[in-house]
């Protein structure tokens, strides 16, 4: 009985809402979580995958599947599978693996989206809302005051190590 609520709730919409949204935050805004920046998508993104096999599961239906931009998705997956024959330095295998991390990462977040309610989607949106305040905010803190946030506090800007800020 216990386990059956478990299931249910590791199945349900609520849980892939929270966790799609987590993963939005911890991919685009990385550097607030972790100071070397795949750390964190390396930690969370398998919790993530498993949660959407979760819910796929519990709520199977081969429209999901089916559904065009699914379709396109597994395509542009298969794309990148095309380099893999021409790699042939353990640099450019080094360079490929942190890239396909990401891109991994990217992919499972567009597939989350793609299985949202409208409530969830209203919710993710929201989350960007933030995100774009906070990158503006940034934004306008280093072109106008030329401050960085670097390791937990604000300091003067150092383009070298960290072009980007806490956006990555």
């Not at 987590?22 to 498993?50: G, S």
Request: proline letters at 5%; glycine letters at 4%.
């Amino acid at each position: 009985r216990t386990l059956k609520k478990l299931f249910d709730f590791a199945g349900s919409q609520t849980l892939l809402t929270i966790a799609t949204i987590l993963a939005f935050w911890i991919k685009f805004n990385i550097v607030l979580f972790t100071y070397k920046p795949y750390t964190a998508t390396k930690l969370y993104f398998p919790i993530f995958i498993l949660i959407i096999g979760f819910y796929c599961l519990k709520n199977f239906n081969k429209s999901i599947f089916l559904n065009p931009r699914t379709i396109l998705l597994g395509l542009v997956a298969v794309t990148f599978l095309v380099p893999v024959g021409y790699l042939f330095h353990p640099h450019d295998w080094a360079i490929y693996k942190k890239m396909a991390l990401s891109f991994i990462s990217f992919m499972t977040l567009y597939f989350a989206t793609i299985l949202l309610d409208d409530k969830g989607k209203k919710y993710l949106l929201r989350a960007v809302y933030i995100f774009c305040l906070i990158a503006l905010s940034y934004f306008l803190l280093q072109s106008v005051f030329g401050w960085s946030y670097e390791m937990g506090h604000l300091r003067r800007a150092n383009p070298v190590p960290r072009p980007f800020g806490i956006m990555d």
